[in-house]
């Protein structure tokens, strides 16, 4: 898709403008319809967490050098966040969605990905299935004769 094309179905929508105000928003939750895409599967039975909920929207914070007050709800507003969950101690604490945002909801993940890699990446090298020290290829032999030839899983 050229730069200057529009995305089918909107007359707002360009591939150079899809990541900026206002249509980020949409962009977001429509990304398979202006990009090829591969829906990653929930389990067969998923294990629903369990749930301990906490009132946390209400919860102030302190802008640090500012020392101005907001609650988690304003900034979660502030920040245009879809949606959002906390865990603790394998609890789910709260579970927030906006801007039509539901469980079943697709999202462009983006920095999230990288979150979840990290904690992935976590519990395999705790379980020793995964050496930090190792060059990636180790693992994925494809990355062989790429910008990621030669980098370690410590690297990455």
Request: net charge negative.
């Amino acid at each position: 898709m050229p730069h200057d094309e529009l995305v089918p179905g909107r007359s707002d929508i360009t591939l150079e403008g899809w990541q900026t105000d206002p249509q980020l928003r949409w962009s977001l939750q429509h990304v398979a319809e202006m990009f090829p895409c591969a829906e990653i599967a929930p389990a067969a039975t998923p294990t629903p967490l369990p749930a301990h909920p906490v009132e946390l929207e209400t919860l102030p914070l302190i802008v640090p050098l500012t020392g101005v007050h907001h609650s988690v709800a304003e900034v979660m507003a502030a920040c245009d966040t879809d949606a959002w969950a906390v865990l603790h101690g394998g609890h789910l604490v709260i579970e927030r969605y906006e801007r039509g945002m539901t469980p079943p909801s697709p999202h462009l993940l983006m920095s999230v990905s990288k979150s979840v890699i990290g904690v992935v990446a976590g519990a395999l090298v705790d379980r020793g299935a995964l050496e930090v020290d190792r060059p990636v290829t180790h693992y994925v032999p494809a990355l062989i004769d790429t910008g990621y030839d030669g980098a370690t899983v410590r690297h990455l």
